[in-house]
């Protein structure tokens, strides 16, 4: 499923009626479809998109309304192809200061409906954390086509956070290593940072 904007708008009406709420994160390959131009179509598909009430009195509650009515296996989800994934803020393992390069997405078809939408390469940050075999294909596909930046990356690892006991995210030794492979991969060197 090829997600575009006119999808996020749809998503973000649908959770703004669902939880009573207008100000949501998105987070994840919908953020980057949000706010970045000229988007390969490799890095379009996906069937969720991420999202949560950044404002509700409860954002796990507001998230679980989401997934009950518009997420995966949802009337609205067969319906249309996609689905909202609620989630938390603490789903996406971004640097610390990824607030201060957030943008505010207004959707063209859901009026009084605000989206935080991380850039691109914090983004791309919390998918290096995860490196699910999606994630790798996403990563290899926008720093070929030049949306993401190894450089960026690499600057901001220090920010990232912490190893819990479950090892989530990944130290940063290993995160750095995991962008030397994308660097390898897309034959571009990484600087030392």
Request: charged share 25%; proline share 6%.
């Amino acid at each position: 499923m090829i997600v575009r904007k006119k999808s996020i708008d749809h998503i973000l009406r649908a959770a703004a009626a669902v939880t009573k709420q207008q100000r949501f994160v998105l987070v994840g390959s919908a953020a980057v479809i949000a706010r970045a131009k000229n988007i390969p179509l490799d890095m379009m598909y996906t069937p969720e998109i991420d999202i949560y009430a950044r404002e509700a009195e409860d954002i796990e509650f507001a998230s679980e309304l989401i997934d009950g009515s518009i997420g995966q296996g949802s009337q609205f989800h067969e319906r249309f192809g996609y689905y909202g994934d609620g989630v938390s803020p603490a789903t996406a393992k971004m640097p610390s200061d990824w607030k201060e390069r957030a943008i505010e997405y207004l959707g063209a078809e859901c009026p009084g409906v605000v989206a935080t939408v991380p850039e691109e390469n914090d983004v791309a940050l919390a998918k290096l954390a995860a490196w699910r075999d999606k994630d790798q294909s996403w990563l290899n596909e926008g720093i070929r086509s030049g949306i993401l930046s190894l450089e960026h990356m690499a600057s901001r690892l220090s920010r990232m956070p912490p190893p819990n006991a479950d090892g989530n995210p990944p130290a940063v030794k290993v995160l750095r290593e995991r962008l030397r492979s994308l660097a390898a991969r897309a034959r571009i060197d990484l600087p030392d940072s």
